[in-house]
């Protein structure tokens, strides 16, 4: 058997680096082996831990291509994935050959023939199987090593390109997959859709529709609870970034001391504790969607950074000279009146006016007729999916007792009495196929009702707001949330100011009652004595 040739090395070397794909660099390899080592059958394997994964064959079936042999069931595998040099097998070794059957030019079980194996290693480490067969017996005996060791050498080095290529694209593929996969998750999560049909939501889908595709900044108004990351959510996936990021930043939990960090980045060293360079968070939306939640509650000082950065589309990371441009359409969200906030200095008017190019605002949840029903419905069914419920359905004085609440924490709340309910009902009903869920499981909500607003009260209360309905005109709302403050406060106080006591006396949420003393600027001042 003669040695490899200068000329066929070289003209290898040529095809290899003139290759455009995986397929060809395998193939001029094939070739050349073959060209060099008279076989019958050539094949190319990726080593994976505990199989071997066929990535080229000349002179098999083609289906082998889709096989994937494990290796502890093949004892010839076994022997070729624990050697460190070529290995050639007896003509007359009786251990079965993993290509028997498989040869494309002959039909039934290999008779007596040559089978050769040469592992390839790089950086020391298994990746692969170069295997080489002969129906001719001890045609691979007189083989020189020096021909072994080059073609180990160029197949070794071949396939690790071939797989590092082929890394880098799944790589590429996989963080796209990750960024659409985490936005369609996070808009499954939120809902997936924005549900209702009130005039108010009508009208909320059809804004979103005109200024999604725009690139538009846009604020989004809404009391705690309504659905504002949804409302950017849909509006991400609507625009023309929607395969780019969608970037989450809750401005209220910023402590202010690491909010430019967070926001523009830093480089190792900037700060104690700066142990490595860090991309903020303009920078990973670049090319996308920042979501500033909670905007309001930002400082002035963090302002006037956004501000630049929206401007300018430039950010200056922590302890860097050099200025970085980016690329990020801006979304934020509060619950608070920024124009207000503007008129008192709390928030700049530069930057809210750079902000609400396209103002939007979700109505609460006691405004939208009729909606209450149908986000019902879609609770219950996911929260049945959740609990592994056959059937979960609500009676019709459950809806109506829920449908006449007026809900302070929107439909994050009637998300959790939901929940809350069906546990009940559950835990009532843990015989039955069909769980109902009725009035007593939802619970005492707190708060008047929508449409019967004076149920709640005390008969002395009662006759007080009747007398004053006869004397004067008074504002629901107003006098809906006078009590509610008033019965929050007698209770918070009876309690010492302790929140959890003041929940189970009121039978609700802690959190449901957390939220509403803060909109009912309910507070608690402890005094050291």
């Given at each position: 058997?003669?040695?490899?040739?200068?000329?066929?090395?070289l003209q290898l070397a040529i095809d290899l680096t003139n290759s455009l794909s995986s397929k060809d660099r395998f193939d001029r390899l094939l070739d050349t082996v073959r060209k060099t080592i008279a076989c019958d059958a050539v094949a190319l394997l990726s080593f994976h831990q505990d199989l071997l994964k066929p990535i080229a064959q000349q002179g098999l079936t083609k289906d082998t291509l889709g096989r994937r042999f494990l290796i502890n069931e093949h004892p010839r595998f076994v022997i070729l994935c624990n050697s460190a040099t070529p290995v050639r097998f007896s003509a007359d070794s009786t251990l079965p050959d993993p290509y028997d059957g498989l040869l494309a030019d002959r039909e039934g079980d290999l008779p007596v023939h040559a089978c050769m194996g040469l592992p390839l290693y790089f950086n020391n480490e298994l990746i692969g199987l170069l295997t080489i067969d002969s129906l001719t017996p001890h045609a691979f005996d007189n083989i020189p090593s020096r021909t072994l060791d080059v073609i180990t050498s160029i197949a070794?080095?071949?396939?690790?390109?071939?797989?590092?290529?082929?890394?880098?694209?799944?790589?590429?593929?996989?963080n796209q997959k990750v960024v659409n996969e985490l936005t369609q998750e996070a808009l499954k999560r939120d809902g997936g859709e924005i549900i209702g049909y009130s005039s108010s939501i009508t009208r909320l889908k059809n804004e979103i529709k005109i200024v999604a595709p725009s690139d538009f900044n846009i604020l989004i108004y809404g009391e705690t609870g309504v659905g504002k990351e949804l409302v950017a959510r849909t509006l991400h996936q609507q625009s023309n970034r929607?395969?780019?990021?969608?970037?989450?930043?809750?401005?209220?939990?910023?402590?202010?001391?690491?909010?430019?960090?967070?926001?523009?980045?830093?480089?190792?060293?900037?700060?104690?504790?700066?142990?490595?360079?860090?991309?903020?968070?303009?920078?990973?939306?670049?090319?996308?969607?920042?979501?500033?939640d909670e905007i309001g509650e930002l400082p002035l000082s963090a302002q006037s950074k956004i501000l630049r950065a929206i401007q300018n589309n430039e950010i200056q990371p922590v302890g860097q000279d050099k200025v970085e441009q980016v690329d990020v359409r801006i979304f934020a969200a509060t619950n608070r009146n920024l124009e207000t906030e503007v008129e008192a200095g709390r928030f700049r008017a530069d930057l809210y006016h750079r902000l609400s190019v396209y103002p939007l605002t979700v109505e609460p949840l006691r405004e939208r007729e009729g909606d209450i029903v149908l986000l019902a419905g879609y609770f219950i069914e996911n929260t049945r999916r959740k609990l592994g419920i056959t059937q979960l359905k609500a009676?019709?004085?459950?809806?109506?007792?829920?449908?006449?609440?007026?809900?302070?924490?929107?439909?994050?709340?009637?998300?959790?009495?939901?929940?809350?309910?069906?546990?009940?009902?559950?835990?009532?009903?843990?015989?039955?196929?069909?769980?109902?869920?009725?009035?007593?499981?939802?619970?005492?909500?707190?708060?008047?009702?929508?449409?019967?607003?004076?149920?709640?009260?005390?008969d002395t209360a009662l006759n007080s707001a009747a007398d004053k309905i006869n004397k004067e005109n008074i504002n629901l709302r107003d006098a809906t949330e006078n009590f509610q403050r008033?019965?929050?406060?007698?209770?918070?106080?009876?309690?010492?100011?302790?929140?959890?006591?003041?929940?189970?006396?009121?039978?609700?949420?802690?959190?449901?009652l957390n939220r509403a003393a803060k909109r009912l600027n309910i507070k608690v001042i402890k005094a050291v004595k």
């Amino acid at each position: 058997m003669n040695e490899i040739t200068s000329n066929a090395l070289l003209q290898l070397a040529i095809d290899l680096t003139n290759s455009l794909s995986s397929k060809d660099r395998f193939d001029r390899l094939l070739d050349t082996v073959r060209k060099t080592i008279a076989c019958d059958a050539v094949a190319l394997l990726s080593f994976h831990q505990d199989l071997l994964k066929p990535i080229a064959q000349q002179g098999l079936t083609k289906d082998t291509l889709g096989r994937r042999f494990l290796i502890n069931e093949h004892p010839r595998f076994v022997i070729l994935c624990n050697s460190a040099t070529p290995v050639r097998f007896s003509a007359d070794s009786t251990l079965p050959d993993p290509y028997d059957g498989l040869l494309a030019d002959r039909e039934g079980d290999l008779p007596v023939h040559a089978c050769m194996g040469l592992p390839l290693y790089f950086n020391n480490e298994l990746i692969g199987l170069l295997t080489i067969d002969s129906l001719t017996p001890h045609a691979f005996d007189n083989i020189p090593s020096r021909t072994l060791d080059v073609i180990t050498s160029i197949a070794a080095n071949t396939l690790n390109t071939a797989l590092m290529i082929e890394q880098l694209e799944s790589k590429a593929i996989h963080n796209q997959k990750v960024v659409n996969e985490l936005t369609q998750e996070a808009l499954k999560r939120d809902g997936g859709e924005i549900i209702g049909y009130s005039s108010s939501i009508t009208r909320l889908k059809n804004e979103i529709k005109i200024v999604a595709p725009s690139d538009f900044n846009i604020l989004i108004y809404g009391e705690t609870g309504v659905g504002k990351e949804l409302v950017a959510r849909t509006l991400h996936q609507q625009s023309n970034r929607a395969t780019a990021p969608l970037v989450y930043v809750n401005c209220a939990a910023l402590p202010e001391n690491l909010i430019e960090s967070e926001l523009f980045g830093h480089i190792k060293g900037a700060f104690t504790g700066a142990e490595q360079n860090r991309a903020g968070k303009f920078l990973i939306a670049d090319g996308g969607t920042l979501f500033l939640d909670e905007i309001g509650e930002l400082p002035l000082s963090a302002q006037s950074k956004i501000l630049r950065a929206i401007q300018n589309n430039e950010i200056q990371p922590v302890g860097q000279d050099k200025v970085e441009q980016v690329d990020v359409r801006i979304f934020a969200a509060t619950n608070r009146n920024l124009e207000t906030e503007v008129e008192a200095g709390r928030f700049r008017a530069d930057l809210y006016h750079r902000l609400s190019v396209y103002p939007l605002t979700v109505e609460p949840l006691r405004e939208r007729e009729g909606d209450i029903v149908l986000l019902a419905g879609y609770f219950i069914e996911n929260t049945r999916r959740k609990l592994g419920i056959t059937q979960l359905k609500a009676s019709l004085d459950a809806i109506t007792y829920l449908n006449n609440y007026d809900w302070p924490g929107n439909v994050r709340e009637l998300e959790h009495v939901i929940s809350r309910a069906a546990l009940k009902a559950s835990a009532r009903q843990r015989n039955s196929k069909i769980i109902n869920i009725e009035k007593q499981d939802c619970g005492s909500l707190i708060g008047l009702s929508k449409k019967d607003p004076l149920s709640n009260l005390s008969d002395t209360a009662l006759n007080s707001a009747a007398d004053k309905i006869n004397k004067e005109n008074i504002n629901l709302r107003d006098a809906t949330e006078n009590f509610q403050r008033g019965l929050i406060t007698k209770v918070l106080t009876e309690e010492n100011g302790n929140w959890a006591a003041t929940a189970r006396r009121l039978s609700t949420d802690r959190g449901n009652l957390n939220r509403a003393a803060k909109r009912l600027n309910i507070k608690v001042i402890k005094a050291v004595k």
